[in-house]
């Protein structure tokens, strides 16, 4: 049975980092593209950031690029979600995801294209 468990979540003042992780239950992980996906109260879900499944290749979104970085280690099966600089816009559910069909340097960026999520882990940044 496939899991995405994250961890990391928290409180934390503007200007703040965080690190999230997800740790993942693949058989072979490396077979798999990575994605973060955030839901703030009352709107959808958004994607955040996406990783290849070599690690070679990354993708963000505008609103977090230059604050955010993805990385993956594929021998301990996790990916990981480094928020620096966090606004309190960036309060939102942040949610792991796996996709099966990419190819090695591709990036899914369309929540249906992900096969696999994590239950969510809060991260809320105060003013």
């Known amino acids: 049975q496939v899991q995405l468990v994250e961890s990391g979540g928290g409180l934390v003042q503007a200007g703040g980092s965080l690190r999230v992780s997800c740790a993942a239950s693949?058989?072979?992980?490396?077979?798999?593209?990575m994605g973060w996906f955030r839901q703030a109260p009352g709107k959808e879900r958004e994607f955040v950031a996406g990783i290849s499944r070599s690690g070679g290749r990354t993708y963000y979104a505008d609103s977090v690029k230059g604050r955010f970085t993805i990385s993956r280690d594929n021998v301990k099966n996790t990916v990981f979600l480094q928020m620096n600089n966090l606004l309190p816009e960036d309060t939102a559910v942040y949610y792991c995801?796996?996709?099966?069909?990419?190819?090695?340097?591709?990036?899914?960026?369309?929540?249906?294209?992900?096969?696999?999520w994590g239950q969510g882990t809060q991260v809320t940044v105060s003013s």
């Open positions: 995801s796996a996709d099966s069909h990419s190819s090695w340097l591709g990036i899914p960026l369309k929540q249906e294209e992900y096969d696999y």
């Open positions: 693949l058989r072979t992980f490396s077979e798999y593209a």
